[in-house]
């Protein structure tokens, strides 16, 4: 990890992975930017995600591990079988996952763990871990039994430990409950967007002024802000570009019916010429002296049918 030092640099990444999981699809896009900057301003070695589901938050870290081309181990620990907050679900979201990893994240050592989070801590050495991110069932008593279990695995001197849902209430979440004990106890900042989440360090690293720390919340949150409003704008964009794009079709299928009635048109005044040639000839024909020689014989033909059907 990085020295203790006052500046804190901001930046202005493209999280590519949203080609995939654009921001509307996940509860957490509201804080990527913090985690790219985190990362950019931590360096940290080792990374572990608890409750990764299709990837949204680990990306955005990887996306910045990405940038800045560091060698940072980043782990996600998730049975991909889901729970009853993020519903249920089969191996297709695990699939999607590992699929947008090696499309974007190939040249990142991400590591997945498809393991329940107790079975994986003896992959970890205690005092190791530098940000561990706790998004798994939350519940009070879940959450808890997850940060006291993993807490001896983060580093004890600049380590820091994330938790989303900080500031969601509804239904049994808990993690709220849990972070009013805990941000009382630890150098914290609320970030309390997009469901909330929580931010706690082992030492001063983040933030070292109080005036950055009542500042950055409300940075993120206008970011997050905007980055919601410009992935809208490019939404409705592309709305209209499909939209024209079929206007185009549509336009190349009047053209295919214009031309396809026009060729229909063409044949039937070559027929209607034809009929026209046809009834022109015949009418030459009704003129002719074979015509009134095949009349007068059809009526001398008849006269005789008639004297003798009389005679008998």
């Known amino acids: 990890m990085k020295e203790k030092e006052e500046e804190w640099t901001v930046n202005s990444p493209t999280f590519e992975f949203t080609n995939d999981l654009p921001p509307k699809s996940s509860a957490w896009s509201g804080h990527y930017f913090f985690a790219y900057d985190l990362v950019a301003n931590t360096k940290p070695k080792i990374i572990v995600e608890l409750g990764t589901h299709k990837g949204n ?14 060698e940072t181990e980043l782990h996600g620990v998730d049975t991909w079988e889901g729970d009853k907050h993020t519903g ?22 991400i590591v997945p763990h498809k393991m329940y989070f107790d079975d994986a801590l003896d992959e970890f050495e ?15 008593d879940a959450v808890k039994h997850d ?14 430990i994330l938790f989303h849902d900080v500031c969601e209430k509804s ?13 009382t106890k630890y150098n914290s900042i609320t970030f309390e967007h997009y469901h909330g989440l929580g931010v706690i360090t082992f030492d001063n690293l983040l933030p070292l002024k109080k ?11 206008r970011i997050a802000e905007l980055n919601l409003k410009i992935d809208k704008e490019q939404r409705e964009k592309q709305k209209l ?24 048109l063409e044949e039937i005044a070559e027929i209607n010429k034809k009929l026209i040639k046809e009834n022109n000839e015949f009418r030459a024909f009704k003129k002719g002296l074979f015509w009134r020689f095949l009349t007068k014989y059809r009526l001398i033909r008849e006269k005789l049918h008639n004297l003798i059907n009389k005679k008998y």
């Open 211 to 221: 005036s950055i720390k009542d500042i950055f919340p409300l940075l993120y949150k």
């Open 171 to 183: 239904d049994d979440f808990g993690v709220y409950k849990l972070w009013n004990e805990l941000k």
């Open 57 to 70: 938050s680990l990306f955005s870290f990887a996306q910045a591990i990405k940038d800045l081309k560091l």
């Open 147 to 160: 940060f006291e279990n993993w807490l001896p695995k983060v580093n004890k001197d600049s380590g820091i």
């Open 88 to 109: 249920f679900y089969g191996e297709e979201v695990y699939k999607k996952f590992l699929d947008i990893k090696d499309k974007y994240y190939k040249e990142v050592n």
């Open 241 to 264: 570009q499909e939209s024209h794009r079929n206007s185009d079709i549509d336009i190349k299928n009047l053209g295919n019916v214009k031309n396809s009635l026009e060729n229909s």
């Open 126 to 140: 205690d005092n190791s871990i530098d940000i561990l991110h706790i998004d798994g069932l939350h519940t009070y």
